[in-house]
């Protein structure tokens, strides 16, 4: 079965620190897509990014980065002098192989403070 | 090209009434997907139709919950003898196949509230 583990359920952070979100996932799939979203506040689901297994590389947007390692099944992700706007929940996921039915680890909180 | 709509944004049920939540997907997306988000929880995946089909329902409860994708118009969610329970952020996503693990698109949710 699926399974997609964040363990910090709540970072805070003072503005322009750097802060890494863990994933730790499972999949039985040789072969899958891992996904970021943001949930702000106001409450809607802003995707982030999809990165297909096949390809470990590190991944850089903006203050953005993701760090993929195949070996330790897991897709860190890290914000980079931090802004208060990136204040939000943040979801990793990985998808049902049969579909785009998506497991969601159950969340980190990031509060960034100024 | 508008994204996958959701309404209401905000429904408000009286325990035993029945909620209808309706999610219009992405044009051109045959593929629907609804998850629930309990308070201070994650997503959690509940059912994915196709167009006149339940392709799996893995995650709907027993009972009270029942979704369906018509030939026409938006896919709904419906739960009857709503209780405090299912109050919870309805999300609907859609996407255009199921190869290669298409991104799907969110809705803005439908926030439930049952009193």
């Known amino acids: 079965a699926q399974k997609v583990t964040q363990a910090q359920t709540e970072i805070s952070v003072v503005e322009k620190e750097d802060v890494t979100l863990d994933c730790v996932y499972e999949?039985?799939?040789?072969?899958?897509?891992l996904f970021w979203y943001k949930q702000p506040p106001s409450g809607e689901l802003v995707f982030l990014i999809r990165r297909n297994s096949f390809d470990e590389q590190n991944e850089i947007s903006g203050r953005y980065s993701w760090n993929f390692q195949k070996s330790t099944s897991s897709f860190n992700f890290t914000i980079t002098a931090s802004q208060v706007v990136d204040s939000a929940v943040y979801f990793c996921?990985?998808?049902?192989?049969?579909?785009?039915?998506?497991?969601f680890g159950g969340g980190t909180r990031l509060m960034v403070k100024p | 090209n508008a994204g996958v709509m959701q309404n209401p944004r905000h429904l408000v049920r009286r325990r035993g009434q029945e909620a209808r939540l309706r999610c219009s997907p992405m044009?051109?997306?045959?593929?629907v997907y609804w998850y629930r988000q309990l308070p201070e929880e994650g997503l959690k995946f509940m059912v994915y139709?196709?167009?006149?089909?339940?392709?799996?329902e893995s995650g709907m409860p027993k009972e009270r919950f029942s979704a369906e994708f018509p030939k026409e118009g938006p896919s709904i969610l419906r739960i009857q003898q709503v209780v405090r329970g299912d109050s919870a952020a309805y999300f609907c996503?859609?996407?255009?196949?199921?190869?290669?693990?298409?991104?799907?698109?969110f809705g803005q949710g439908t926030r439930l509230t049952v009193v």
């Open positions: 996921a990985l998808p049902h192989d049969a579909g785009n039915m998506l497991t």
């Open positions: 996503a859609s996407s255009p196949s199921v190869q290669g693990n298409t991104e799907a698109f």
């Open positions: 044009k051109g997306h045959s593929h």
């Open positions: 999949t039985r799939d040789t072969t899958y897509y």
């Open positions: 139709l196709q167009k006149e089909n339940i392709i799996d």
